[in-house]
């Protein structure tokens, strides 16, 4: 990827952003960002993953099934390096997933599209808040290098800037209000997050689903599990 023509591709989106049609919804606008990606960054496919309200990320877009696939296993197992790299806030790859070890589930529940090889997520972020990830993968083995983590790294800020646009024309419905929700909470989940790191001996991305599944089980916001954690040191499933 040279750096002009990144420059250069940044700018056309970040100016289209700018001059968007009001009428235009943030889901066509991620869908193009995704599908520009593509072809910006020469990878089999790309999708986007932004935050629900219970703080797990879901598949927003996707250049194809393959990737559609990608972030519905990360949703439905909370793991993968998308799931990572929201979590830790700093880009997360694999070279192979065939010989991952690092995630188990989610790599079983991958199995079934032969194009998921070489996968690269980065966090994308509100301010300093991530808020979901943007992920590009290849069909084949590839050893991911710090110049593509960093040029990804800033076609993400395309993404955030498509939501900041979005959230202050409150054009975003029930995904702007996800996101407020996540930005609203964010501290306080990173504290739950480090309150359970140290009582339980786990590590982040752990403790961070340790948080999820409490939620999810309860029928609640992440959030709403948080605080009373740091405040009691109980989660609803311990009473």
């Not at 496919?45 to 877009?61: F, K, P, Q």
């Not at 700093?90 to 589930?105: A, C, F, G, H, M």
């Amino acid at each position: 990827m040279e750096p002009q023509a990144l420059s250069a591709s940044l700018r056309r989106l970040v100016a289209q952003e700018r001059h968007t049609n009001p009428d235009r919804t943030l889901l066509v606008g991620l869908q193009e960002i995704v599908d520009a990606c593509v072809d910006l960054f020469r990878v089999t496919g790309s999708g986007i993953m932004l935050a629900d309200e219970v703080n797990v990320i879901r598949y927003v877009a996707a250049s194809d099934g393959q990737g559609r696939g990608l972030e519905r296993a990360e949703a439905d197992t909370m793991q993968g390096p998308c799931t990572d790299a929201f979590v830790h806030g700093r880009p997360i790859d694999s070279p192979d997933l065939k010989t991952e070890t690092r995630w188990p589930t989610f790599r079983a529940a991958v199995a079934g599209f032969p194009e998921l090889r070489a996968v690269l997520g980065v966090p994308v972020k509100l301010g300093a808040a991530p808020v979901g990830t943007l992920d590009v993968f290849h069909e084949r083995p590839h050893e991911w290098t710090d110049v593509e983590r960093d040029a990804l790294t800033r076609y993400s800020e395309v993404v955030g800037a498509n939501l900041t646009s979005a959230l202050a024309a409150h054009s975003a419905g029930e995904q702007a209000a996800q996101l407020q929700y996540a930005l609203d909470y964010r501290v306080v989940i990173e504290r739950g997050v480090g309150y359970l790191m140290a009582r339980d001996h786990l590590d982040a991305s752990a403790a961070f689903n340790v948080l999820r599944t409490a939620a999810r089980s309860s029928r609640t916001k992440i959030g709403q599990v948080a605080k009373p954690l740091l405040s009691t040191g109980d989660l609803p499933t311990d009473r």
